[in-house]
């Protein structure tokens, strides 16, 4: 085996330990809060050893950064997938695209609502950084890309109007074993987000 070959290899098992490192820690992170994901617990998950979390991020604080970062990539890159035909769109069009991209993203990821959870019941730097580096810089772009379409989504400075389209959107997805045993169905169940996709448009978007 070449040196080449060897190296690369070494590269890729450093990639692989890393998101393995990150996709544990998003799913620790969004079910037990941050003072209840230790990184002894994260590491022991992802399967690796010990201090590879201070190797890879630094500090248990950076891991977190790096998680909700990853969590909200996903979302950035589902509503631009969903936008990317804009032009050929009408409003209407457009809105029922973007809020269906955010259902069926919300459905396929759970731990970002669960994340939003965990860390939105009390004050600290990490809500701090959910919402200035990560939900009002998305929201501001696309208000200024598409200002009617955004309003018609999630709505301008209107709390109430936010709220109802994210709550009904994706606490389900979060809520999925209270779902199974109170309705008996699957919140994962593709014909589930189907129905639930169109019952939130025809409640919030007409």
């Not at 003072?35 to 002894?40: E, H, I, K, L, P």
């Not at 993203?105 to 959910?130: C, F, G, K, T």
Request: glycine letters at 4%.
């Amino acid at each position: 085996m070449s040196s080449l070959t060897k190296s690369r290899r070494t590269q890729q098992r450093a990639l692989d330990t890393r998101d393995s490192l990150l996709d544990t820690a998003i799913e620790m992170f969004s079910r037990k809060g941050y003072d209840g994901a230790s990184v002894r617990q994260i590491e022991e998950l992802a399967g690796v050893n010990r201090g590879l979390v201070a190797y890879h991020f630094g500090d248990k604080a950076q891991l977190w950064r790096l998680a909700a970062q990853r969590l909200f990539d996903g979302v950035r890159q589902s509503l631009g997938i969903a936008t990317d035909d804009m032009p050929n769109r009408s409003k209407d069009d457009i809105a029922r695209g973007l809020a269906r991209a955010f259902i069926e993203h919300s459905a396929r990821e759970p731990a970002l609502n669960r994340l939003m959870i965990q860390e939105s019941m009390q004050s600290s730097w990490r809500v701090d950084y959910l919402v200035e580096q990560q939900i009002r810089p998305m929201m501001d772009s696309l208000l200024s890309e598409m200002p009617d379409v955004s309003e018609a989504v999630w709505g301008k400075n209107d709390p109430h109007r936010y709220y109802a389209f994210v709550g009904a959107a994706a606490f389900v997805f979060s809520a999925a074993e209270e779902c199974k045993r109170l309705f008996d169905t699957s919140p994962t169940d593709p014909a589930f987000i189907e129905e639930h996709a169109e019952y939130v448009l025809e409640l919030l978007i007409p």
